[in-house]
C-alpha cells in the first residue's frame, strides 16, 4: 500500500509537472483543459495535485497532499540553489557552512512545517460517469512574504551578517526562478 501511495505521487508530480499553465489535453479527439495547474504552475509558492477516488473525501485529501508535495518539492529545487549561492558567499571559514547539511535540514523542517499551514486556492472536481470515480483537481498557497520573514529570521542563521548573506542568495535564487521547462507553456 505504501509502496502504491508512493508511485501515485511520482506519476501525479509527472503528469502535473507537464500540464503546463493550461496545457490542452487531447484524449479521444476531446480536448480537456486540466483544472487548477494555471493558478499553481508559475509561482515557487504555489503547488497543485490531483487525485481519484470514489469518495469526495478521500480524493480532496490526497490531492491535497499531492499539491503539498508538488509545494514541497518547489521549495527544496529554490532553497539548494540559496544554499549553494550562500555557501559560495560565505567563506569556508565561517561555522555555518561547515554544518551547511545541519542548515539545510533545519530549513527543509521549517518549510515543511510552514506547507503544512497553506490555503486552498482551486479546487475542481469532475465526475466519470462511467467508473463512479471522482477525480479532485486543487491549488494550494503559501503567504510568500510571511514565509521569507520567518525564514530569514530561523536560529540557525544565527548572525546577522550570515542572515543578510543568506537572504540575498535566496533573494537571487528566486528572481532566476523558472518553472518546469515545459514547451506546451504558452
Do not use: W
Not at 15 to 25: A, D, E, P, R, T
Not at 148 to 153: F, N, W
Not at 159 to 177: A, H, I
Amino acid at each position: 500500500m505504501k509502496t502504491t501511495k508512493i508511485l501515485l505521487m511520482i506519476a501525479t508530480l509527472a503528469i502535473l509537472s507537464s500540464c503546463g499553465i493550461s496545457k490542452n489535453s487531447n484524449y479521444g479527439g476531446t480536448d480537456v483543459t486540466i483544472p487548477c495547474t494555471k493558478e499553481a504552475h508559475a509561482s515557487p509558492f504555489k503547488g497543485s495535485g490531483i487525485d481519484e477516488d470514489y469518495t469526495p473525501q478521500g480524493a480532496r485529501e490526497d490531492a491535497f497532499t499531492n499539491a503539498q508535495i508538488d509545494l514541497a518539492y518547489k521549495q527544496e529545487v529554490l532553497i539548494e540553489g540559496a544554499v549553494r549561492r550562500f555557501k559560495d558567499k560565505v567563506r569556508s571559514g565561517s561555522e555555518l557552512v561547515d554544518s551547511r547539511s545541519e542548515m539545510e535540514r533545519d530549513i527543509f523542517i521549517y518549510v515543511k512545517q510552514y506547507i503544512q499551514g497553506a490555503s486552498i486556492i482551486c479546487e475542481e472536481y469532475r465526475n466519470n460517469e462511467t467508473t463512479k470515480i471522482l477525480t479532485c483537481f486543487i491549488a494550494i498557497s503559501i503567504n510568500p512574504e510571511a514565509f521569507q520573514k520567518q525564514l530569514y529570521e530561523m536560529e540557525v542563521l544565527k548572525t546577522k551578517f550570515e542572515r543578510d548573506k543568506f537572504k540575498e542568495s535566496y533573494q537571487e535564487e528566486l528572481n532566476n526562478y523558472k518553472p518546469l521547462n515545459n514547451p506546451n507553456i504558452k
